[in-house]
């Protein structure tokens, strides 16, 4: 049973730049959620893509941007990075329509991103 | 908006005995979803436990368990039989469901097992 995959493990890049992470979901599943974790701190929601639109927002600038495809991956690409964009980048997967399993989001290894 | 505290930044329990993990949170939902997740070093994040609000019975996993008390606002955390593997950030998380599909984090607990 594949797990959730995530890629590149580490990133480095430059204020301004641009960056695309990338995430392949738990096999059998539909719905991609992206998450940013900050050093010390739990997860904050960035955004959930189901039927390849965005399903749902958090708190973020439009300079965080996703994308899914077809087979149900998802990428999370970022604008104009700032320092403060440095952080682990997780993705999860779920289910939808088999409600109450839909709220159980399976995470993969996550993207550490740093800018300087 | 939702919030979740975790009011214990680490904890530490010696290998084999039993350690709570706290966690409180605020909302004015009547239904929604409780979660209980660890992060190992590696950083993978590892669903532990799920709690439906509407159930009165709490769950339980093996060697972990819940403590719900849904007038309180508090579900924390029960691991009986620690072992050095349970040793890994713990993170309380609530979705509100419906709609709301996102996962709200508290800041974690870090814990330690002796040996």
């Known amino acids: 049973d594949a797990g959730v995959t995530q890629s590149p493990t580490h990133l480095i890049k430059t204020r301004g730049q641009q960056v695309t992470l990338r995430c392949s979901p738990k096999s059998g599943h539909d719905t991609v959620s992206w998450y940013q974790q900050a050093l010390g701190q739990g997860p904050q929601f960035i955004f959930q893509?189901?039927?390849?639109?965005?399903?749902q927002r958090g708190n973020f600038p439009d300079r965080f941007s996703g994308h899914q495809f077809p087979n149900y991956s998802s990428e999370l690409n970022v604008n104009a990075l700032l320092l403060g964009d440095s952080a682990l980048y997780l993705c999860?997967?779920?289910?939808?329509?088999?409600?109450?399993?839909?709220?159980?989001?399976?995470f993969g290894p996550g993207t550490r991103l740093t800018v300087t | 908006a939702q919030t979740v505290t975790q009011s214990q930044p680490e904890m530490s329990v010696q290998e084999a005995e039993t350690v709570t993990l706290s966690c409180t949170y605020d909302?004015?939902?009547?239904?929604?979803?409780l979660f209980w997740y660890k992060q190992p070093p590696s950083r993978q994040m590892i669903l532990v436990i799920r709690q439906e609000a509407y159930k009165q019975q709490n769950a339980t996993e093996n060697r972990f368990s819940v403590n719900f008390q849904k007038a309180a606002k508090s579900f924390s955390l029960k691991i009986s039989d620690s072992q050095l593997g349970d040793a890994a950030m713990y993170f309380c998380a609530y979705s509100s469901g419906g709609s709301n599909y996102k996962l709200t984090f508290g800041k974690g607990t870090l814990l330690t097992v002796n040996p």
């Open positions: 909302t004015s939902e009547s239904d929604y979803y």
């Open positions: 893509y189901y039927e390849e639109e965005e399903r």
């Open positions: 999860a997967s779920s289910l939808a329509g088999r409600e109450p399993d839909s709220y159980e989001q399976y």
